[in-house]
């Protein structure tokens, strides 16, 4: 029987890559963005549903904590069982894995610990914070305190119609004063919208409402998906306004 042959040693330098790669990023970012609609009339747990897909196609990791307190939140339009996002005895769920990429958590102040997260995730994260409507009145103001308090500076992402006032984006709270401010329009047909304050606009999305999927999974191509895209960009772009040096957004 003939002597076996034995492969020759590799160099460290050759297989390196193998345990990098499943070494946690140590300056992956966690970026900070809180939603709101101008009302209830919006929709607004349909658009955060499609900002949060959106960005899981751009390569994030994206956890919602929605604490909006409406009956139709952004569990409901990812398809989530309806004990996922329905307020339960105690106004409270535990994080669920809407889709890959993306968990979700039904909560009072936006706590929680979220799902785990593998060591060889190097993923950019982003904590996607619904809040009651700017309309709600003490309620929004009580929800964005929250909110400051527990993720500190980071978006504050308003949905609205037109830019008539009310125009909450142009009006700094206590508790985000050094957060960027920007504004979604969500429209139900084009119109022109510019402006440093503008993240972008989204059209004819309400024939969208019944569908079980959100349109970002269901038809990534389209153009109402695009312009969700569109203005994810935008707003990524515009927070290394707070990330400071050295902190840009990865690459989307």
Same mark, same amino acid.
């Given at each position: 029987m003939g002597r076996m042959r034995a492969d020759p040693p590799r160099h460290i330098r050759d297989i390196a890559h193998l345990y990098l790669s499943r070494m946690p990023r140590r300056d992956a970012r966690q970026l900070r963005v809180v939603v709101a609609g101008v009302n209830r009339d919006v929709m607004p747990g349909f658009h955060v549903a499609n900002l949060a897909l959106a960005a899981v196609a751009r390569?994030? +990791?994206? +956890?919602?904590?929605?604490?909006?307190?409406?009956?139709?939140?952004a569990g409901c339009f990812m398809a989530l069982d309806p004990c996922c996002w329905a307020a339960g005895p105690k106004g409270h769920t535990a994080d669920v894995v809407a889709f890959s990429g993306v968990t979700f958590a039904l909560t009072l102040d936006g706590g929680g610990d979220g799902a785990p997260v593998s060591s060889d995730d190097t993923r950019d994260r982003i904590e996607m914070v619904h809040v009651p409507p700017w309309d709600a009145g003490s309620e929004h103001v009580r929800a964005l305190t929250l909110a400051a308090s527990r993720y500190g500076s980071g978006a504050v992402l308003y949905l609205a119609e037109s830019d008539?006032?009310?125009?909450?984006?142009?009006?700094?709270?206590?508790?985000?004063?050094d957060a960027v401010r920007r504004v979604l329009f969500v429209t139900r047909a084009g119109r022109a919208a510019s402006g440093d304050d503008v993240a972008g606009m989204v059209t004819r999305w309400m024939r969208a409402l019944t569908d079980p999927l959100p349109v970002v999974v269901r038809d990534p191509g389209s153009r109402l998906a695009r312009q969700y895209g569109e203005a994810l960009s935008n707003l990524l772009n515009d927070t290394e306004l707070v990330a400071g040096p050295g902190r840009a957004v990865a690459p989307i």
């Open positions: 390569g994030f +990791r994206v +956890r919602i904590a929605d604490i909006s307190g409406l009956a139709a939140n008539e006032a009310p125009c909450p984006w142009r009006q700094p709270d206590a508790a985000h004063h």
